[in-house]
Every structure is written in structure tokens, then in C-alpha cells.
T-cell receptor
Framework: NAGVTQTPKFQVLKTGQSMTLQCAQDMNHEYMSWYRQDPGMGLRLIHYSVGAGITDQGEVPNGYNVSRSTTEDFPLRLLSAAPSQTSVYFC???????????????FGQGTRLTVV | AQSVTQLDSHVSVSEGTPVLLRCNYSSSYSPSLFWYVQHPNKGLQLLLKYTSAATLVKGINGFEAEFKKSETSFHLTKPSAHMSDAAEYFCVVASWGYQKVTFGTGTKLQVIP
């Protein structure tokens, strides 16, 4: 059971380049989300999706795009990389539970991105 | 609106002594509360969760947490620290549908031999 798989694990980009971080889950979870982790700031929500075809912005969405064409995949696109986007990115998936939030999130291993 | 405050950014304990990691929260809704652990260069692993059932929640690796509504706290404890507990711990508040998720800033636990 693979759970949540993120690729790549490491990436170095030049300022202005674009790239896509991949995230796939095999648990048939409705919810998927992307976070960035910066020292002393915990994890901050970038974008999330509550199902195929439905996405919404989180706390720090600027500079990122997402789409959800299938239940399994939730790629994160950096449109024009900036040094401020140097961070560790985590993808997570979760199930709807009983509709009252009684659920949990499963996290990928992270992508460490450096923008120079 | 919701928020999470982890009261200590670093905690240092000796091996075999108790661990206390403190978390206070605020939420407009009845929240679900979680503790996740992150070992160096690893992803996040769920330790335990509170979802309005028993207020004392037991998790993996001997950790437990008590939900105290009157104090809006969800502190994480372990009776006896082990070297393998050295990691960063995150308290998380999540409201309905898991669409509102707020992470604390993390507490790094150091275990001294």
C-alpha cells in the first residue's frame, strides 16, 4: 500500500523556471492538499481539493496552481519560481469521515525545493 | 477562525523522564485535534487524534493527550522518553470536512542520554 507518493524528492530550480510537483494517492481519498513547511512556521496550506474537479485556495496560494482531474492525482505547479518559494512541500490526503471532520490526513514524504 | 499555539519551540528531556509538549487552540467549531510527529528529513506521521469521543486519547509509541475544553488545551505526554522520540511534533486543529486545517509551529523534542 503506497499511500501518498510525492515526486521528486529534491529539486533545484532557477528563478523564473516553472515546474510541477507530483502527488498521487491510492487510498481513494476525497480530500487532497498541499502544504509548505518553513522553519518556525509549521505547515501552511497552499491549495486543497475536496474532490475531482474541485479546488480552492489555502493560506498561501500566490505563485502556485493546482488541478484535480482524477481522484488519485493532485499536482502543484509553480508558474515562475522565486527564491521565496524555497521550502519543503508536503502533499496530504484524507477521507471525509463522518462529515464532522472525524478523519485524519496522510502525508507524503515531502519535496525539498531550492530556488536559486 | 481557528488558531493553534505550541507553547514551546524546543523541549529537552533526559531519557527515561516524562515528556510534556503543550498545545492550546481556539476554534469557532467543535474541532478535531491531532498530534503529528516528524523525524528528520521524513514526512509527518499521525501520533493520535481527538474527535469528540473520549477526552483522554492514547496514541502510538506510548504517547497520549488529554483534551481539556475549559482550558482549550491538548497537551501531549509520555511517561518515559526514549531516544527514538527525538523529533519535531506538530499540534493540528482541523474543522469540518478537514478543509480548515491549522498547524502549530512545532516543538522540537531533544532527548538526552
Amino acid at each position: 500500500n503506497a499511500g501518498v507518493t510525492q515526486t521528486p524528492k529534491f529539486q533545484v530550480l532557477k528563478t523564473g523556471q516553472s515546474m510541477t510537483l507530483q502527488c498521487a494517492q491510492d487510498m481513494n481519498h476525497e480530500y487532497m492538499s498541499w502544504y509548505r513547511q518553513d522553519p518556525g512556521m509549521g505547515l501552511r496550506l497552499i491549495h486543497y481539493s475536496v474532490g475531482a474537479g474541485i479546488t480552492d485556495q489555502g493560506e498561501v496560494p500566490n505563485g502556485y496552481n493546482v488541478s484535480r482531474s482524477t481522484t488519485e492525482d493532485f499536482p502543484l505547479r509553480l508558474l515562475s519560481a522565486a527564491p521565496s518559494q524555497t521550502s519543503v512541500y508536503f502533499c496530504a490526503s484524507s477521507y471525509a469521515g463522518d462529515g464532522r471532520g472525524n478523519t485524519e490526513a496522510f502525508f507524503g514524504q515531502g519535496t525539498r525545493l531550492t530556488v536559486v | 477562525a481557528q488558531s493553534v499555539t505550541q507553547l514551546d519551540s524546543h523541549v529537552s528531556v533526559s531519557e527515561g523522564t516524562p515528556v510534556l509538549l503543550r498545545c492550546n487552540y481556539s476554534s469557532s467549531y467543535s474541532p478535531s485535534l491531532f498530534w503529528y510527529v516528524q523525524h528528520p528529513n521524513k514526512g509527518l506521521q499521525l501520533l493520535l487524534k481527538y474527535t469528540s469521543a473520549a477526552t483522554l486519547v492514547k496514541g502510538i509509541n506510548g504517547f497520549e493527550a488529554e483534551f481539556k475544553k475549559s482550558e482549550t488545551s491538548f497537551h501531549l505526554t509520555k511517561p518515559s522518553a526514549h531516544m527514538s522520540d527525538a523529533a519535531e511534533y506538530f499540534c493540528v486543529v482541523a474543522s469540518w470536512g478537514y478543509q480548515k486545517v491549522t498547524f502549530g509551529t512545532g516543538t522540537k523534542l531533544q532527548v538526552i542520554p
